[in-house]
């Protein structure tokens, strides 16, 4: 067993009162204590941790009680190798909480003669130049304001330690122009704008030429769902969990448990740890949450940013979303049955022809709702508008097929319901009457039974109450289909004076809902499922006593 005193120190605070956490910070030290610091081939270097103290302290300023918390995890080796055990750190808390200044610290004191390990290269990725420059500004002033720079050689693109060599820079959030370089230590910045892996898969893969490799991620939550930031949270909370034995992950999360905690502010600095501190940015940064949060009260409709930004806990608009993040996590599991042979009905949205097209098939197994969509999606309109989400992933996973072609060919919808009758009993196809001059005789010559919906609108209103009391009730299964997360997550609801629900665009381009609203046009047809299988009526009657 080993230990190191900012960690205990940590959880003394925590014991006595002195400091208030969220329930990951203390499932991250249940899982330390029994997990790693429970090993006996691993050890904490003394010496470059208090150093990196000494440093930070002298040259930046006094570190935050949470950043001494993580710092003894940078520095933990393995006895064996001398090689990190810990090569991923996620940092995630509210907006103020020191993310940036730590990250300048980190990268300074790497690059620095107290650092062993030369060409130790750091580098910060963000999405704008603007915020990749941050930490590096920071660092480049304070050489100056120090009179450091008989240890670094400072240029506008670049800082470089002289003493061994290494090379502070950053670097906007562009795949295509990277190149896997040979860094010693990652910083990414403003994690929430990443809607995909790429650049971080592409720079990682350069890691391990330069001992001691180190990745930070670092953010506040935003409004990208299903992007970088949700997968890496759902993989923290796998590790924080206990399912995972053997992770290279440190991750650090700083949120609010339950959104009504934020009248409360008490409660702010489960969020933003920053605001335990008794400093003069402390006084000022609570001032200033504290003004944005009376404002809500003339302007209530900035609460969802300041959930998001300030409590690092996005909060769904229950008047705008479909439903919540938690309810919609809650889709992601497999069904319990087996679907061969099973009754079911088809929903399909082909309004929009130049960019996405989705068709899925939806059983019942007695209150639950079980939907399977595959989408097709334009080469030519990925290209031209980027949209926000990780299709390539999707397309892996087989959710998509990517055509190219100047518009979806209706026989590409028509043909994935033919394959899929090889497995299933579709009952009916429905969908929006739009454009059902081009599906209509494709399915008359395929002998599907359909149904186009003249008047959507309506339709939408009748199945609301389905949508919501499913979701409520985690009735939905999407098996691992985050792609449906994202259809419905960008989804809104907009209710008129006499309570008929319409679901919109959140936005009109790149946010897409051609999933969702084929789901809509399925469930208006969901009386139509029968339960049980060709199977089970075969097996039931050979019982039959004639």
Known sequence: MITHPYFEDYIKLIETGEIKVNKERLMLIDVLREKVLSRDDIYFDEELIDNYVRFAEKNFFPLAKYQKFITPFIFLFHKETGEVFFDEYLITLARGGG?????????????????????YDVTITANSEKQGKVSFEEVYETIQAKGLESHYYLTKMSITGRANNSVFAFRTNNPKTMDSARDGCLEFDEIHQFEDTKAVDVQRSGLGKVAHPRTFYNGTNGYVRGGFYDKLVEESMQILKGEVDDFKLFPFICKLDEPDEVDDISNWPKANPMLDEDTPYAKRLFSQVKKDYDKLELN???????????????????????????????????????????????????????????????????????????SFVRQDFI???????????????????????????????????????????IEIVC?????????????????????????????????????????????????????????????????????????????????????????????????????????????????WDF
Request: proline share 5%; aromatic share 12%.
């Open 383 to 425: 290209r031209d508008f980027r949209p926000k989400a990780p299709l390539s992933d999707w397309e892996e996973q087989g959710l998509l097929t990517i055509v190219n072609e100047p518009s979806i060919d209706p026989r590409h919808l028509v043909n994935k319901l033919i394959e899929w009758r090889e497995m299933y009993q």
């Open 300 to 374: 209530p409709s900035g609460r969802q940013e300041f959930m998001t930004k300030r409590m690092n806990l996005p909060e769904a608009d229950l008047e705008k979303d479909v439903t919540t993040r938690e309810k919609l996590l809650a889709t992601l599991r497999q069904p319990e049955i087996d679907l061969a042979g099973r009754s079911c009905v088809a929903g399909f949205d082909y309004a929009s022809i130049r960019d996405f097209a989705s068709v899925g098939l939806l059983f019942k197994n007695g209150d639950e709702f079980i939907w399977k969509q595959h």
């Open 431 to 543: 969908a929006d009457g739009f454009r059902m001059d081009l599906l209509k005789p494709l399915l008359d010559d395929a002998g599907f039974e359909y149904e186009f919906l003249r008047n959507p609108g309506a339709i939408q209103s009748k199945v609301a109450p389905i949508i919501e009391d499913a979701f409520a009730n985690e009735r939905f299964v999407f098996f691992e289909d985050k792609m449906m997360l994202w259809y419905t997550d960008n989804t809104f609801v907009k209710e008129d004076g006499n309570g008929n629900k319409r679901y919109l665009k959140k936005e009109p381009v790149r946010r897409k809902t051609d999933g969702f609203h084929a789901l809509v046009s399925a469930l208006y047809k969901r009386e139509l499922i029968a339960e049980g299988n060709a199977a089970d009526f075969l097996e039931a009657i050979a019982d």
């Open 99 to 119: 993310k940036n200044g730590f990250m300048s610290t980190r990268g300074a004191f790497f690059i620095s003669p107290l650092y062993p390990i030369k060409n």
